[in-house]
């Protein structure tokens, strides 16, 4: 029992120096590299129990012991000393539904949430609220050709999966994949809602070899997809940032495709991307824009307390800018697909009605792919078509 205790101390101790100011993960990263003395179920027990505190957002105002043990009762399935402890009959009750759960926690679901006057149109408020709650999957696209392989080891390491397509493969959180499969080049990390982002790709008329630049390109999640579900391309790749193209590079390497162009541009400075393209024109422009992240929160649930409002503003303003200057580089008869995994309706919808304001395009498809209530993170796509050049 004191060890339990112990814990929960040390949970309450990070908690109450995390200030916000870079992800959690990367501040419990540091607090357990210069305490040593936690092994392996210590951290993982600690970080389960900072990260449920998390998932109640601003539905539990209580103070951080009554939080943490409402959080506890909320988020774990089974019973555990913390519980027995300090409120055996929420124990005796640790199996019933959430539902049930939240009615004897007193707590109102839609309260999680801070934001709920900003989301997207469509999106089920109790629903999107109650799914912070939840740990969400991992999943992997299986790449062209893989799937035997990939199946085979995932059985011969007795790897649970469940199989959502025969492309995509969902697994418990945390599950450790690299030590059985070669990640990037037989599998790669994407959520299931970014994999259905390749359904939309399916609508455009592409003529081979295609021209692609995904501009925002990142961790190349995007380009690698468009690698694998475009017959041909001529793969451009940029990003903001040295350091972001150097990773892109070493993961595109990993994927075995070699044959592309990289460059580092800020993309709402039209003077230096002009210098980047010049006067390049491309078939099919990927934007996977910088965005709140608002639809994977509940894989970063630090975001429900530490996000502020005014920057959902903000990455509208960087989405537009970014939509503004590079659509000047399709090519007639060329599509603009952007992408956010946010459900600020000021980052999706907000931004596809200024792209259809401002640039000589049509829309031929946006949605919001909804993950919440199949524990996969929420995004938003819209498919643009040049019309003429003016």
């Not at 599950?175 to 970014?194: C, G, P, R, Y």
């Not at 919440?372 to 019309?387: P, Q, R």
Request: charged share 20%; with cysteine.
């Amino acid at each position: 029992m004191a060890h339990f205790h112990s814990h929960v101390n040390t949970a309450k101790a990070i908690l109450s120096s995390y200030n916000g100011q870079m992800p959690f993960a990367a501040f419990l990263k540091i607090f357990f590299a210069k305490e040593k003395k936690y092994g392996s179920r210590d951290r993982k027990t600690i970080s389960s129990l900072c990260y449920n505190y998390f998932r109640t957002g601003t539905a539990n105002k209580n103070d951080i012991d009554e939080k943490l043990l409402t959080s506890v009762f909320l988020c774990s399935d089974k019973p555990n000393e913390f519980l027995q402890s300090e409120k055996p009959e929420w124990n005796e009750q640790i199996q019933l539904s959430l539902s049930e759960k939240l009615n004897i926690a007193s707590i109102p679901v839609e309260s999680i949430f801070p934001f709920n006057d900003d989301l997207s149109a469509g999106v089920d408020v109790k629903g999107f609220n109650t799914s912070f709650l939840v740990q969400p999957d991992l999943f992997v696209r299986i790449r062209p050709g893989k799937q035997a392989i990939v199946k085979k080891k995932l059985q011969a390491g007795n790897i649970d999966f469940k199989e959502i397509s025969d492309a995509c493969l969902a697994f418990r959180n945390g599950t450790k994949l690299e030590a059985v499969l070669d990640i990037n080049a037989e599998v790669v990390i994407q959520d299931l809602n970014s994999q259905r982002v390749g359904e939309v790709l399916s609508l455009t008329k592409l003529q081979s070899p295609a021209k692609v630049w995904d501009c925002c390109a990142a961790s190349g999640g995007k380009s690698i997809m468009a690698y694998d579900l475009l017959a041909d391309i001529q793969l451009t790749v940029s990003d903001v940032r040295q350091s972001i193209i150097q990773n892109l590079q070493k993961r595109l390497q990993e994927a075995g495709i070699k044959n592309y162009t990289s460059f580092v541009a800020d993309i709402t400075n039209h003077h230096l991307l002009n210098q980047s393209l010049g006067n390049q024109q491309f078939d099919l422009i990927i934007c996977d824009a910088p965005c709140s992240g608002s639809g994977t929160w509940s894989r970063t649930p630090e975001q429900l307390l530490y996000f502020k409002q005014e920057e959902i503003k903000r990455y509208s303003n960087l989405q537009k800018s970014i939509a503004a200057n590079s659509i000047h580089y399709l090519q007639k008869g060329g599509y603009f697909l952007y992408i956010t995994c946010s459900v600020f309706k000021q980052e999706n919808e907000e931004v596809v009605d200024f792209i259809l304001q401002q640039s000589n395009v049509r829309l031929i498809h946006s949605a919001l792919l909804k993950g919440y209530d199949i524990k996969a993170d929420s995004m938003f796509v819209a498919l643009f078509e040049v019309s003429s050049l003016q």
